[in-house]
Structure formats: C-alpha cells, structure tokens
C-alpha cells in the first residue's frame, strides 16, 4: 500500500488540479488596482444591463482563473474568480467572453448538462456567448470582442495547464484549442490531438 | 459545474458522486440496500462516526480514472481521495457533510444526491433539498455545494506530514481490519 504521506507529494501535484487552476502572483495585478477594477466594472455593468436576471459577482480576491455559473435556489449566478479578472494577460475582451460564456451556462438551452438540467453544456454555453451573449452587448463588434477574448482567456489557461491533464475533447466539453478556434482566435494553443 | 474551465480532477470527483448517487438508475436506492444489508455499515452511518476515506472504501466510490479500462494508479488516486477529505474540507465541514449524506442515504424521502463545488473566502456547504414532485414534503432531491478555499501557489506547506498519532486515511474501513 503507498505511504499515507506521500499524498502530500500527491497534493502539491493536485492542488492545481482541484478544483481551478492556481495562477502564480507575478502573473497577476493587484486586487486593489483601480484601472483594472473601473473596467471590470463597466464590462459588468453592460451585461447587468442585458440580463437582468442574471447576478455577477467578482471574487477579487481568488488566484483561480476561472468563473462559474450557479443556482442558489432561483437566484442565477455568474462568479468570476480573481485570477481571470486580475489577469495580466486578459484584458477586457477575456472578461466579457467568460462573463458571456457563464450567462450562456443559465440560458443556453439544450443539450443540458448531464447532472443539472438547467445548466447549458461548456460547447452550447460558448455557441450561445457567440451567437446571442456577446452581440447582445456588443452588437457588430461582438465577433472581434469574441476573437480577442478568446485568444487572451485560452492563451492564459493553456499557458498554465501542465501537459496531458487538459480533459478530453468531448462535446460536451470541448478542448481549449477547439473552443479557442470556435471563437475565431488565432494563437496557437497547444492540445490533444482532437477529432 | 458550470466552470469556464473543469479540470480533470473536478470532473472525476463529480461524475464519481454523481454517478454513484443519481436518481436516475437508482444509485441512491443501491446505496441504501447495501447500508441496510449491512449492519456494521448502517450503524456508522446511523452513527455518523467514519473517518475521512471510509465511507469511501466502504461503497467502493474513488475518482479514479475510469478512461482506458481502470487506473494504473489507483492508490494515488486513493491517496488524493483521502488527502482531499482530511486537508481540504476539515473537520467541522467534513462533519457536517457526513450528517447530510448519512440522512440521505437512510431517508427513503430522498431520491438522489448531486455533487457541486464552489470557491469561497471561507469553507462552507449548502445543501438545497428540492421536492421532486408536487409534494412539498417531498420525495426530495438533495443537491449539495462543497464551497473551499483556493490554496494559492506556493503556499502548499501549510499541509504538513501526517504526526504519528493520526490514523491512516487510507485504512480500510474498522470493520474490514483483520
């Protein structure tokens, strides 16, 4: 049977892995910083705006580059976490693609995800943030809005995901790469071979 | 869910949950029948007094890698399964969701349980009972939402080796110890 403790050995390895993906402080603004919060602010308020319904929150403190979407009861939440939106390397546009990304999460519509039925799955979520979410907001510039996001928020991610532990191309979630070329991104994000 | 981004390791320790615990193909109900089947295993869940990893060993729920026909490493997987239990949730949480799991699975009243996880400031659970019929007093469908904090990079020190007095996570549940 292994030792017991060389599961800490076994969580250094993991604790990029459960559950987001830790970014490293030199990567990251300050949490304080104000022209980072002043347009965080106004790419939220123009989604707030759009969807009603739908509270966003920023964790401003949280080294996870990540966001999320989630139902505490009926309320519809979208939470995006500190190491996205302190980010050096994602800008505005990043912001606005995961904010769309996380809405589509509420209103994309079927295919659902396997266990909640009222979550969209991560490749409807990215068609409806193409397609409904970011034009909503943007109108006619949505397609740049979503090319350069896409290329700031998969670049980031992709920098920081170690080699073979990227999930699986599936449909209901694909790769980074294919969601990065969904999008219309051209960086190159390294990847699985997909099918 | 409903992450930009899952990891591996979130989506196996969810879809090991979920799985096991669905409404759908009666995982909940399998559960139950083997708790009732077993004395030993329905009074620790009466009692609500395993350690980290034995409900685990007990149900046979790891997040292994059930791609490419099983894992080659499946103690590490245990290893991380328990590390998880006792590091990250802690003990109060980890008492408080062995209390809303064992009456999950001792309540006929309930169908199924699914499995989310939140980050948060600080460790917390929420656990939102639905009804899932017309019936407010249910049969319900529990669902609940492990909320931990992120450990930042470089700060993985904080979770020292285990002192000798502390029992083995990885130990087999009481009653299958020779």
């Known amino acids: 049977m292994l030792a017991p403790y060389s599961a800490v050995k076994v969580y250094n390895k993991l604790h990029n892995a459960v559950f987001s993906i830790s970014v490293p402080p030199e990567q990251l603004w300050p949490s304080t910083d104000r022209r980072?919060?002043?347009s965080a602010a106004s790419v939220v308020a123009r989604f707030s705006a759009a969807f009603t319904d739908i509270a966003i929150d920023i964790a401003w403190d949280s080294v996870s580059l990540n966001a999320q979407a989630d139902r505490v009861g009926s309320l519809a939440q979208v939470v995006i976490y500190g190491g996205l939106v302190r980010h050096r390397q994602i800008r505005w546009q990043g912001l606005a693609l995961a904010i769309a990304h996380e809405i589509g999460h509420h209103k994309g519509g079927p295919p659902s995800h396997r266990?909640?039925?009222w979550l969209s799955t991560d490749g409807r979520a990215d068609e409806w943030a193409a397609t409904v979410g970011l034009p909503a907001v943007f109108g006619r510039a949505a397609p740049d809005v979503a090319r350069a996001g896409a290329d700031q928020l998969f670049g980031a991610l992709a920098d920081l995901v170690e080699p073979g532990t990227a999930p699986r191309c599936e449909a209901e979630q694909p790769c980074l790469a294919c969601r990065a070329r969904a999008f219309g991104a051209s960086g190159r994000i390294p990847s699985r071979r997909c099918k | 869910m409903g992450l930009l981004y899952t990891t591996e390791g979130t989506r196996r320790i969810l879809d090991t949950l979920n799985t096991a615990?669905?409404?759908?193909d009666n995982g909940l109900k399998y559960i139950r029948a083997q708790a009732k089947a077993d004395a030993k295993l329905e009074d620790m869940l009466t009692k609500q007094n395993w350690a980290a990893g034995h409900l685990a060993s007990a149900l046979k729920l790891f997040?292994?890698?059930?791609g490419g026909g099983g894992s080659s490493?499946?103690?590490?997987?245990?290893a991380r399964w328990a590390y998880f239990l006792k590091k990250v949730i802690g003990s109060q949480l980890f008492k408080d969701l062995k209390k809303k799991l064992a009456e999950a699975i001792l309540s006929p009243n309930f169908v199924s349980v699914s499995f989310n996880h939140r980050e948060s400031d600080s460790p917390n659970l929420w656990v939102i009972d639905t009804p899932v019929g017309s019936n407010l007093n249910g049969p319900y469908a529990r669902q609940i939402t492990l909320l931990t904090i992120n450990v930042p990079a470089g700060k993985q020190d904080q979770?020292?080796?285990?002192t000798s007095?502390?029992?083995?996570?990885?130990?087999?549940?009481?009653?299958?110890?020779?």
């Open chain 1, 36 to 38: 980072r919060r002043k």
């Open chain 1, 115 to 117: 266990w909640y039925d």
């Open chain 2, 21 to 24: 615990f669905d409404g759908s």
């Open chain 2, 63 to 66: 997040p292994y890698n059930q």
């Open chain 2, 73 to 78: 490493d499946f103690d590490t997987d245990k």
């Open chain 2, 159 to 162: 979770f020292d080796p285990k």
């Open chain 2, 165 to 178: 007095d502390e029992p083995d996570p990885l130990a087999k549940p009481p009653w299958e110890k020779p």
